[in-house]
């Protein structure tokens, strides 16, 4: 059972224009999202977070919006580097147990054309 | 550079073999994790380790056996694996694992194949 979805298995973007990562859950206890990005051979590192007490949170180039009612969020990347491509992993957590577990999508493969 | 290091990069070995995995992170974080990634899948959990004692066991076969001998340093003991364990083995860390505003840093990973 995915607890957390990245329906798009991949994504192609023009350099300079705005990457969308979307991403779904259906745990209604999930309260703290992260995105990380993992280059091959490498481990996944983080991008940005949001709590589920927020709908928005910007970082630079990349921002998160949290949707609670669709249970659904997503990261724009604007604008968008070659060096920005990499696989995009979505992760939640929170619930009962309410420890640093987290529960990772099945990853968004971005490729950033110069 | 990650700030958390994980050795060997990559490791081949036989059923019968036994081997360690070995983690290392400075940080001063409490919390270390074990996650297993298979080809095209994402991270999933194996053993969460709190001020160096257990926390999280998610079922993981006994043949997978987890050691957090000070708070910077986090094993995962090899014995008897099966072809299918073949993975790449992920350690991460956090400053508490009751702190969920508190990323996970991962390390680079070990491949593992198992022949």
């Known amino acids: 059972d995915q607890q957390v979805k990245q329906n798009s298995p991949s994504l192609s973007v023009q350099e300079g224009r705005i990457s969308i990562l979307n991403c779904d859950y259906t745990?209604?206890?999930?309260?703290?999202f992260l995105w990380y990005k993992k280059y091959p051979a490498e481990g996944p590192t983080f991008l940005i977070s949001i709590s589920s007490i927020k709908d928005k949170n910007e970082d630079g180039r990349f921002t998160v919006f949290l949707n609670k009612s669709a249970k659904h969020l997503s990261l724009h990347i604007v604008p968008s580097q070659p060096g920005d491509s990499a696989v995009y992993f979505c992760a939640a957590s929170g619930g009962i147990r309410a420890t640093n577990k987290l529960i990772f999508g099945t990853g968004t493969l971005l490729a950033v054309q110069p | 550079d990650t700030e958390v290091t994980q050795t060997p990069k990559h490791l081949v070995m036989g059923m019968t073999n036994k081997k360690s995995l070995k983690c290392e992170q400075h940080m001063g974080h409490r919390a270390m994790y074990w996650y297993k990634q298979k080809a095209k899948k994402p991270p999933e959990l194996m053993f969460v380790y709190s001020y160096e004692k257990l926390s999280i066991n998610e079922s993981v076969p006994s043949r997978f056996s987890p050691e957090c001998p000070n708070s910077s340093l986090l094993n995962l003991h090899l014995h008897a694996l099966q072809p299918e364990d073949s993975a790449l083995y992920l350690c991460?860390?956090?400053?508490?694992?009751?702190?969920?505003?508190?990323?996970?840093?991962f390390g680079n990973g070990t491949r593992l194949t198992v022949t």
């Open positions: 745990n209604s206890m999930f309260d703290y």
């Open positions: 991460a860390s956090s400053t508490s694992d009751r702190d969920y505003n508190s990323p996970l840093h």
